[in-house]
C-alpha cells in the first residue's frame, strides 16, 4: 500500500509502535482529514440533530452560536465571494500574520485551519500510537479520544474533580507513556474552567516527551487567561483555535494551531491544499473588531445567568458553567429527556455515558431559552 509516507515518516510511525498492517488505519485518517466519519466534528454534532427537524424548532444542541457571524465578517464574506474562483493564499497569509500579532507570536508558531477538528485529529496521529495514549478528562470532548481509538492508541479517561475541573495530577500520572494529554478549557460539556494554577502544574509536570493538547474553543467565552505565553515559552504545548463558537462561523470554517514549529511540523504533513477564502477574510475581520467578543461574552453570561435563576428557583441541578452550554441533571435517564424536549420542538444535546443522567443544553438566544425553559418545566412535571 502507498500511504504517501516519506521514509522518515515510516520510520517514526514503527518506532511509535505501528505495525506496517496498522499503518492502513493511518493512511484512512491521512486520505479523510478532518472528514472521516468515524470521530469528526460534524459526525459528533450530528449526535444531537434529527432528520426533519422543525423550521421553528430551538436548536441548543451543538454549541453554536446563533448571532452567526459579526457585520465586518458578513462584509468581507460578501467582498471576497466575487473573487471566489481565486485560491488569494495572500489572505491566508493575512490571517496568519494577524493572529500570530494579537497573540504574541512568531507567525512561523501558527499554522492556520479551517476549523480546529483537523489539527486535533492530526495531532493525535503525530503524538499517538499503540505505545503511545491518549489522555482526557471524563466526561470530555469525544473527538481526540475516538481518532486514538482509530488508529490503536489507548485512551485514558481521567474523572473531573468535584469542582469539575480537569484532575490534572491524576492525568499526568495517567501514562508516563502518554502521547498527548488533552485539555478543553473551559471544557466541553460542563462548561467548567480548569484553573490557571492547574494548567501551569500540568506543563511542567506532564510525563517527559508527552505534549499537552489545549483546546481552547471556548475561551474568549470564559474571558479567561488564554495558553498562548506557553507556547511563547516554547513549552511542549499545541493550542487550538477556532472560530465557530464566539465568532459564530461554525457553518464558514476557520481556525489555528499554535506551537513551537517542531512540534506543528508534526501535525502538519496530514494536510494540503488552499483554505476556503470566505472563512480566512471573515476571522480576519472578526480579529479586527474591537467589539465583537466584550458585547458577546456578555450577551451570552446574561442569557446563561437567567436560565441558572431559572434552575435555581425550581431546585433542578446543573453544572456551574462559565461557557455557552452547561450539563443538567434531569434525575433519569438523559434520552427520556431529550425525547420528550424534541415533542416540544426543543432540540439539546446529548448524554455521555460517565454521567447517564445528565444533558448537555447550550445557550441560544434569550427568546430560544424562554422556550426552553417552559418546555423543560413541563417534560420534568
Known amino acids: 500500500m502507498n500511504l504517501c509516507l516519506t521514509d522518515e515518516q515510516k520510520k517514526d510511525f514503527l518506532k511509535r509502535g505501528f505495525t506496517r498492517r496498522n499503518l492502513g488505519r493511518v493512511a484512512a485518517v491521512m486520505a479523510a482529514g478532518a472528514s472521516l466519519p468515524f ?6 454534532a450530528q449526535l444531537s440533530a434529527v432528520r426533519g427537524m422543525p423550521p421553528d424548532a430551538v436548536k441548543i444542541n451543538a454549541n453554536e452560536n446563533p448571532l452567526g457571524p459579526c457585520p465586518e465578517a458578513l462584509e468581507a464574506i460578501h467582498k471576497v465571494a466575487a473573487n471566489g474562483g481565486r485560491y488569494l493564499y495572500e489572505e491566508t497569509f493575512g490571517f496568519t500574520e494577524l493572529l500570530a500579532e494579537q497573540e504574541g507570536l512568531k507567525p512561523t508558531y501558527v499554522q492556520p485551519y479551517a476549523g480546529s477538528s483537523a489539527p486535533l485529529h492530526q495531532a493525535v496521529l503525530g503524538f499517538c500510537s499503540p505505545t503511545k495514549s491518549f489522555v482526557t478528562g471524563d466526561p470530555g470532548y469525544e473527538a481526540g479520544e475516538r481518532a486514538a481509538q482509530f488508529i490503536g492508541a489507548k485512551v485514558n479517561r481521567v474523572p473531573l474533580t468535584k469542582t469539575y475541573a480537569h484532575d ?8 508516563p507513556n502518554a502521547g498527548l494529554i488533552y485539555l ?4 466541553n460539556p460542563t462548561g467548567t474552567l480548569t484553573p490557571r494554577a492547574d494548567v501551569e502544574w500540568l506543563v511542567e509536570n506532564k510525563p517527559k516527551g508527552s505534549v499537552l493538547l489545549l483546546d481552547e474553543a471556548y475561551i474568549h467565552i470564559a474571558g479567561a487567561q488564554m495558553g498562548s505565553d506557553f507556547v511563547a515559552k516554547d513549552k511542549d504545548v499545541i493550542i487550538l483555535r477556532t472560530f465557530s463558537k464566539i465568532y459564530g462561523m461554525a457553518g464558514i470554517r476557520a481556525g489555528a494551531a499554535l506551537g513551537r514549529p517542531d512540534l506543528l511540523k508534526k501535525v502538519t504533513p496530514w494536510s494540503a491544499g488552499a483554505l476556503p477564502v470566505t472563512g480566512m477574510v471573515a476571522a480576519t475581520a472578526s480579529l479586527k473588531s474591537k467589539t465583537v467578543v466584550p458585547e458577546r461574552r456578555k450577551i451570552i453570561a446574561n442569557v446563561r445567568e437567567d436560565v441558572f435563576s431559572f434552575m435555581d428557583k425550581h431546585n433542578f ?5 462559565v461557557s455557552n452550554k452547561f450539563m ?14 424534541q415533542k416540544e420542538k426543543v432540540y ?5 455515558p460517565s454521567w447517564p443522567t445528565y444533558v448537555r443544553v447550550s445557550v441560544g438566544t434569550q427568546d430560544e431559552m424562554n422556550k426552553f425553559k417552559s418546555a423543560f418545566l413541563k417534560v420534568m412535571a
Open 184 to 187: 478543553c478549557n473551559p471544557n
Open 168 to 175: 490534572v495530577k491524576a492525568m499526568a500520572a495517567a501514562d
Open 39 to 44: 470521530y469528526n466534528e460534524s459526525a459528533l
Open 328 to 341: 443538567v441533571d434531569v434525575k433519569r435517564p438523559g434520552g427520556e429527556i431529550i425525547s420528550a424536549l
Open 348 to 352: 439539546i444535546g446529548r448524554v455521555w
Open 317 to 321: 441541578k446543573y453544572v456551574p458553567s
